[in-house]
């Protein structure tokens, strides 16, 4: 299974169009340290892609990678769909840039699917403009293809109740609304476990992390008290639904034990890892541990 890494920021990218802030102003005098909105894209069979997450990057992600891009036929798309893994605004805005296609798959937990319909009315705008095509997905694998040619199974583990802002007062269930994403190749063995916010480190979460070959987790926070330090908001990282690299509750310790190769995505712009040549960034090193890299292709 060939993975590309289309971005690696949290919402907002790097820079945010509204932000002065030091990783922001970085980004614009270094264009190198640029980050676009968090997203992958996996081939589940050959020629057919799926995004993780439709970020509001999605068109420019797509540009910026060959094996996405259509033909030979006009119309063409080698981009089957979407997979999920919650229901943010900072992976769902990319939905409606897909409006263009004939139909796009969207594979989700039921109650993110509901998020969307109820919460964001994606079918109800989209519906004179294409089809989607809603698929679930819960904790059984389940091929992603018929076609025996296809042989990517994929699951969910949860991770965290947490709800956008837009759906606090939806009337929908508490469970599934962020998950982690297991994507296992039965051709090849190897398994990826995708999972750009964690608010909650649970034995699941932990088991799967045990028996995959690659692993990218929520790096948005370097610390607990990242957000508050900088302004963002009084709350901790842990509060807003992010475990931090860091610190007592910090993943870092807990993904040094990981089998598989182990990255950091979805960073927000006021993360230290963002300056290539911090201190932190020789932390994360010496512990083994790296940021996705922009634009990198891995194979499983
Ligand atoms: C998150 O990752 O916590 C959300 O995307 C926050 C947001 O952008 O509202
Ligand atoms: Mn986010
Ligand atoms: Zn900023």
Not at 60 to 73: D, K, R
Not at 231 to 242: D, N, Q, R, V
Request: aromatic share 4%; charged share 25%; glycine share 10%.
């Amino acid at each position: 299974m060939r993975l590309r890494v289309l971005g690696t920021a949290a919402g907002g990218g790097l820079p945010q169009w509204n932000c002065a802030c030091p990783g922001c102003a970085g980004a614009r005098a270094h264009p190198e340290r640029r980050r676009r909105h968090a997203s992958l894209a996996f081939e589940s069979s050959p020629g057919r892609w799926y995004l993780v997450n439709a970020t509001p990057d999605l068109g420019e992600q797509i540009e910026a990678h060959p094996e996405l891009h259509p033909g030979p036929a006009r119309r063409h798309t080698p981009v089957r769909g979407v997979v999920l893994t919650d229901a943010e605004l900072d992976h769902t805005l990319g939905i409606p840039r897909l409006r263009e296609g004939r139909a796009t798959e969207i594979w989700a937990t039921p109650t993110v699917r509901r998020a969307l319909t109820d919460g964001l009315g994606l079918d109800r705008v989209l519906s004179p403009y294409t089809e989607l095509r809603h698929l679930p997905i819960g904790s059984q694998p389940v091929p992603m293809d018929r076609a025996e040619s296809g042989s990517v199974e994929i699951s969910a583990v949860a991770v965290s109740g947490k709800r956008p802002r837009y759906a606090r007062t939806l009337d929908l269930p508490e469970r599934g609304w962020v998950t982690a994403l297991c994507l296992h190749d039965r051709a090849t063995g190897g398994s990826l476990v995708y999972a750009p916010a964690v608010a909650e480190w649970t034995p699941e979460l932990d088991k799967a992390i045990a028996e995959a070959d690659c692993v990218i987790v929520d790096g948005t926070f370097w610390d607990d008290d990242e957000p508050a330090r900088n302004g963002l908001t009084p709350t901790s990282s842990t509060a807003m639904g992010h475990l931090p690299i860091t610190g007592p509750e910090g993943t870092a310790d807990r993904l040094t034990d990981a089998p598989g190769r182990c990255y950091y995505t979805h960073l927000n712009n006021t993360n230290p890892l963002n300056d290539p040549a911090s201190e932190e960034n020789r932390v994360l090193a010496q512990a083994g541990l790296h940021v996705a890299l922009e634009g990198m292709e891995i194979e499983l």
